[in-house]
């Protein structure tokens, strides 16, 4: 029995194995909430968010993200919640260097790995990735919240 969040290790895998990083971001905003706005669950949310804003070449919204989520995470132990944290906070700092340069608009984006080095985390993650499926094709907007269910609650409306 491992003791991590089953919307942590969802996390996890939208990140790690997908790359889905809007995903990761509806997931961890539940937690997040869940959990009393934990800082640290808002800093993995923020790298996240930080990653999809960079790939869709949002650069303004990235550097935002990132330094915030530096500004947050930085201040835990390197081995934190069953991952290599310190590591990961290097590796969005250095995107955030990146991004920072007089030269950002070519800086090359890279979709960043979280290192698990939990064992049990590692056995948790593996087990229910059989379960989550990708979002094929990823969803570039929410499709959760009052504002979606407001939309679609119209849409049905304006269909009768």
């Not at 303004?60 to 947050?72: I, N, T």
């Not at 948790?124 to 990708?134: E, G, I, L, T």
Request: hydrophobic share 35%; net charge negative.
């Amino acid at each position: 029995m491992n003791s991590y969040e089953p919307l942590y290790i969802d996390y996890l895998i939208y990140f790690n194995r997908d790359q889905d990083y809007f995903e990761c971001h509806e997931v961890l905003e539940e937690l997040w909430l869940k959990c009393d706005r934990n800082s640290f669950y808002k800093g993995m949310l923020q790298i996240a968010v930080g990653l999809y804003h960079f790939r869709n070449g949002n650069l303004r919204g990235a550097r935002m993200m990132f330094q915030s989520a530096v500004e947050l995470l930085e201040t835990y132990p390197a081995a934190q919640q069953g991952i290599e944290l310190g590591r990961l906070v290097q590796e969005v700092r250095e995107l955030l260097e990146g991004l920072t340069d007089s030269d950002s608009d070519s800086f090359p984006y890279r979709d960043l790995t979280i290192v698990i080095q939990d064992e049990a985390l590692i056995q948790a993650v593996s087990q229910r990735s059989q379960h989550v499926k990708p979002n094929i094709p990823q969803r570039r907007s929410p499709t959760r919240g009052r504002i979606y269910e407001e939309k679609m609650k119209a849409l049905q409306q304006k269909e009768q």
